[in-house]
């Protein structure tokens, strides 16, 4: 799994691109989403930048499944908590969980794994701040 620097926009973004494939595959409605909420500009990147992110991430966990599918929650807890660790700001971090709770809403269901990565976010960054006041149509 590559690295970004700590508090990066990269590094904000994978963590966006986790939620995206919990559950194994990402749906029309939840990339519209990314789009609707300008998750990109939110994490100081450009459309096409965080496109990429999401693709390299994609390409990180077949890499580490040996080509074997699995999205993103079949990751170890090691690999979760060094990814989370990349994000220690606490309003990037509300706005990251924000974003995430918004995209996996997107589709009208929120899947196991879903919920599994959303509550390991919590877990790890026990102390989040009060979010921010509805950032452009995430959940609240």
């Known amino acids: 799994m590559r690295t970004y620097a700590a508090n990066s926009p990269q ?13 194994g595959n990402y749906a029309l409605s939840e990339i519209r989403a990314l789009d609707r909420l300008d998750a990109a500009r939110q994490l100081g990147l450009s459309p096409e930048d ?10 990180d966990l077949l890499a580490g499944a040996r080509g074997e599918w699995l999205g993103s929650s079949q990751l170890d807890a ?12 606490p309003a ?5 969980v924000a974003l995430c709770e918004a995209v996996v809403a997107a589709d009208g ?3 196991e794994g879903e919920t599994a990565l ?20 995430a959940l609240s």
Not at 78 to 89: G, N, Y
């Open 11 to 23: 590094a904000a973004a994978r963590l966006l691109a986790m939620a995206l494939v919990a559950d």
């Open 109 to 111: 269901h929120v899947a």
């Open 78 to 89: 090691a690999t979760r908590k060094s990814l989370l660790a990349e994000v220690t700001d």
């Open 92 to 96: 990037l971090r509300a706005t990251i």
């Open 118 to 137: 959303l509550d390991s976010f919590t877990r790890e960054w026990r102390q989040l701040p009060e979010r921010p006041k509805n950032p452009e149509g």
């Open 50 to 59: 965080l496109k990429a992110v999401i693709d390299a991430f994609c390409e």
